[in-house]
């Protein structure tokens, strides 16, 4: 059980930046996306989703704490 909470405790912020990013990415797809299909990132659900959970995560782990000793 205490494997369990050090694992959410370091590395939760990073899954929390990776789904709101996600969700954001593919919200970006959906209401205003590419009609036309020549734009690399927003034209599939897929890409949008993956470049918002990557963003998500890298933005999100910089507001981890650490323990300077």
Do not use: D, H, Q
């Not at 034209?43 to 949008?48: D, E, F, N, R």
Request: glycine residues 18%; proline residues 3%; positive net charge.
């Amino acid at each position: 059980m205490e494997k369990g909470k050090s694992f959410w405790r370091k590395y939760g912020l990073y899954f929390l930046g990776v789904l709101v990013g996600g969700l954001g990415g593919y919200s970006y797809w959906s209401f205003i996306g590419c009609s036309s299909g020549t734009c690399p990132i927003t034209s599939s659900p897929l890409m949008s989703t993956l470049w918002g959970a990557v963003i998500g995560g890298g933005l999100f782990s910089m507001f981890k704490v650490t323990n300077k000793k």
